[in-house]
């Protein structure tokens, strides 16, 4: 059985730093695509970033490029995402979502599993 459970999320000032982990167990990890996306209360479901099975390339939102980053370490059946410069704006919940070897998963309808997502709080 397939699981993606993320940590990390919590209450931080805007300007602060928060580092989310997503770990899977169940799959073949480093055979996975892997992204996390967000969803604020009253909206859509939104892409935030996205690394290739290898880790070789990613792919960012513009509402988070050079302030998020995407790694993962495939020994650890681990990703993550370092957000730096938080802004009110990226208050949501973050979830973490799993593909196999997808060359695209900036869309959430690209992705089989998912995470039940952790509560990002950024204030003013």
């Known amino acids: 059985q397939v699981q993606l459970v993320e940590s990390g999320g919590g209450l931080v000032q805007a300007g602060g730093s928060l580092r989310l982990s997503c770990t899977a167990s169940?799959?073949?990890?480093?055979?996975?695509?892997m992204g996390w996306f967000r969803q604020a209360p009253g909206k859509e479901r939104e892409f935030v970033a996205r690394i290739s099975w290898s880790g070789g390339a990613t792919i960012y939102a513009d509402s988070v490029k050079g302030r998020f980053t995407i790694f993962r370490d495939n020994g650890k059946n681990t990703l993550s995402l370092q957000m730096n410069s938080l802004k009110p704006e990226d208050t949501a919940v973050y979830s973490c979502?799993?593909?196999?070897?997808?060359?695209?998963?900036?869309?959430?309808?690209?992705?089989?599993?998912w995470g039940q997502g952790t509560q990002v709080t950024v204030s003013s």
């Open positions: 169940g799959l073949t990890f480093s055979g996975y695509t």
């Open positions: 979502a799993a593909e196999w070897r997808s060359s695209g998963g900036s869309s959430d309808r690209e992705y089989t599993y």
